[in-house]
């Protein structure tokens, strides 16, 4: 999409991927939150799609960077220059300056979600709300989020597992779990190197993930045949993977999702919690698409569990609804001004991405808008 005049847009920053959503035109890029840095001149080299062909490949001047970690940024700097030339590659106008829905995990802190949206203006937003990420993948899921019944989902993405219980338009339980798609990937990696001694990289362990990978026992057990080199000096070998044993290798994670989503249901007071038994629990996320995950939520929580139409897209169809389906009422009510920090003053011991936030609220003043479902309160000295 290269038109001019794309006045909003709403943002899924995602740890493994980012989609970006435009009202009347739907999902306009996918693509990997990989940006790959040219170390001698610190310039960037490739972004997304570019740069993730270059991850476990790069040599000599060139790195690659997952900017985003567990859902939240680890590098503010790369993490606006990403954004920067997505929102650029959407609407390639010098001048456009959108306002932007962005999305966060349901369990990250005040000044977290200030990095997002200082990610954002830095990036060249002329506003930027955050929404929190099991609300978006509600709505995109089609759940009727704002009638006085109990709706359950779980958005598997690739930093984080969100669960929420939500009611009346209202998030009642949140639980944000450390367990998704990049540590399926390290589980496939640790367990081919304990059990094989092979060394494989990320991408290797996802292709192994989508390829064969459960969470449940099947029917027809699958298997797929991998080359990988051997540790130290040892030559590179084929061996042959089988399902059964990558199901083994997932266990660890797959069980601590369970164990959220239980925890969360223990947390639901009972009249939502006797919704979502009969209602069961919507699943999205890419890491939804594990094969068998809603076989094993059915077999054990014992209700129904449905995975969404479109996994992938849901979180970002759902912030671009508050776009452009809501009504006024609804959009004022999920995205509320709030006041802004009145001093830059930081720490001395602030990190890197702390110093720009407070160069950038001098810069911006208290003008800027930011929302969110759960209001942002003042920061303290100690943030």
């Known amino acids: 999409m290269t038109g001019f005049g794309v006045r909003e847009m709403a943002v899924d920053l995602g740890t493994t991927n980012t989609l970006i959503y435009v009202p009347g035109h739907g999902v306009v890029l996918s693509e990997p939150s990989v940006v790959a840095i040219d170390s001698r001149t610190g310039e960037v080299y490739a972004v997304g799609s570019k740069a993730k062909q270059l991850l476990d490949r790069t040599s000599g001047s060139i790195s690659t960077i997952r900017p985003l970690k567990d859902g939240v940024i680890a590098d503010f700097a ?6 920067r030339d997505f929102i650029r590659k959407v609407d390639r106008s010098r001048w456009a300056r959108p306002r932007v829905v962005v999305c966060v995990p349901s369990g990250v802190t005040d000044f977290e979600k200030r990095a997002v949206e200082e ?9 930027a709300h955050i929404v929190v990420e099991p609300m978006a993948a509600a709505i995109g899921a089609g759940l009727p989020v704002s009638e006085p019944t109990g709706s359950m989902v779980l958005d598997v993405g690739g930093g984080t597992s969100e669960i929420a219980v939500i009611s009346l338009g209202e ?5 944000s779990i450390r367990a998704a798609g990049d540590e399926f990937d390290m589980a496939i990696m640790n367990y081919i190197r304990r059990k094989y001694k092979l060394l494989i990289g990320q991408q290797t362990a996802e292709k192994v993930k989508v390829e064969i990978g459960a969470a449940y026992p099947m029917s027809n057990e699958l298997q797929t045949e991998l080359r990988a080199r051997g540790m130290v000096s040892e030559p590179p070998k084929a061996i ?16 601590r999702i369970m164990d959220g989503i239980k ?30 995950l809603d076989e094993r939520l ?31 009422t609804a959009r004022h009510r999920w995205m509320k001004r709030v006041p802004r920090r009145k001093s830059n003053r930081v720490s001395p011991h602030a990190d890197n991405g702390e110093l720009a936030i407070a160069n950038r609220h001098e810069a911006v003043g208290s003008g800027v808008v930011t929302s969110t479902l759960s209001p942002v309160s003042q920061p303290s000295h100690n943030e």
């Open 171 to 175: 998030i009642v339980v949140s639980r």
């Open 78 to 83: 790369v993490t606006a220059e990403m954004l």
């Open 119 to 127: 990610a954002c203006l830095s990036a060249g937003a002329q506003q």
């Open 263 to 292: 925890e969360t249901m223990d947390q639901t007071p009972p009249e939502l919690a006797s919704d979502i038994m009969g209602r069961g629990i919507v699943l999205a996320g890419g890491g939804s698409l594990l094969r068998g």
């Open 240 to 255: 042959v993977l089988t399902s059964e044993e990558i199901r083994g290798a997932l266990e660890e994670p797959v069980s």
């Open 298 to 328: 059915r077999h054990e929580m014992q209700m129904p569990a449905h995975l969404a139409e479109s996994p992938l897209t849901c979180v970002a169809v759902g912030s671009g609804s508050l776009l452009e389906k809501l009504d006024e």
